[in-house]
């Protein structure tokens, strides 16, 4: 199953009040692994970035004005996202500005299926913080990098996320192998596998006691 994170910074809140994407990340997921497909880019909004905004991840509206515009991006980030399931924190924002980016060019909203962390997150955790800080912090993610908000690191947070609100663990590998962990070693590294069981149908077991029987009887009484 391929997923794409993805995330988006802006001039501000809403786009009732004309506010602009000034960056746009995606990571694309496989059977909840990243690959390396990824998808990134500054924009240059063509408006000032309010206060508010800057001082959530600083781009400055120097910065941004020497960015490609969202109409000469628009076709790459539309090709990436395509037929993907796309992982959102807080989805209505990001997704009202990018259908707002859309309409501005007279094109279609966007089609594809979206999954709300942040609404997950509030299914499992009624009552507490669901904002990525917080969520880092219940799963144990180190997010000591997102000094502010960025499109990138974002997106790498929001993947680890997402596999713990989907009661997964995370694949690892590792030097110097602690014990008493389900892992398979080999050499000098472990693997951790998906912590999710998949549970044989009856006409396997039954299958598989014919099997032990036929065996049993080969080996030890022939």
């Known amino acids: 199953m391929i997923e794409v994170i993805l995330d988006t910074e802006t001039t501000g809140l809403k786009v009732s009040e004309g506010h602009r994407i000034v960056e746009i990340g995606c990571l694309e ?20 970035v309010s206060q508010e905004a800057f001082k959530v991840h600083g781009y400055t ?7 490609k515009k969202f109409s000469e991006i628009v076709e790459d980030f539309l090709k990436f996202i395509d037929g993907k399931k796309l992982i959102i924190h ?15 060019l007279g094109r279609n909203k966007i ?7 942040m609404q997950i ?4 955790f009624p009552g ?23 499109a990138v690191i974002d997106c790498e947070l929001l993947s680890k ?17 602690d014990k008493g962990l389900n892992e398979k070693i ?15 149908t009856q006409e396997e077991l039954k299958q598989h006691e014919v099997f032990l029987k036929k065996e049993i009887k080969k080996n030890y009484f022939n």
Not at 163 to 177: A, Y
């Open 29 to 48: 997921l496989k059977d909840l692994m990243p690959t390396k497909n990824k998808f990134h880019c500054y924009i240059n909004p063509e408006r000032k």
């Open 61 to 67: 509206d120097e910065f941004l004005s020497r960015q």
């Open 90 to 104: 807080n989805a209505e924002f990001d997704i009202s500005h990018l259908n707002n980016e859309l309409s501005l």
């Open 111 to 117: 089609k594809e299926e979206v999954v709300d962390t």
């Open 121 to 124: 997150a509030r299914g499992k």
């Open 128 to 150: 507490s913080g669901t904002s990525l800080d917080a969520l880092c912090k219940k799963f144990s993610i180190d997010n000591s990098k997102r000094e502010k908000h960025n």
């Open 161 to 177: 996320v997402y596999i713990n609100l989907l009661d997964q663990k995370e694949p690892t590998f590792e030097l110097n192998v």
């Open 186 to 200: 080999s050499d000098n590294f472990k693997v951790k596998y998906f912590n999710k069981i998949i549970k044989p």
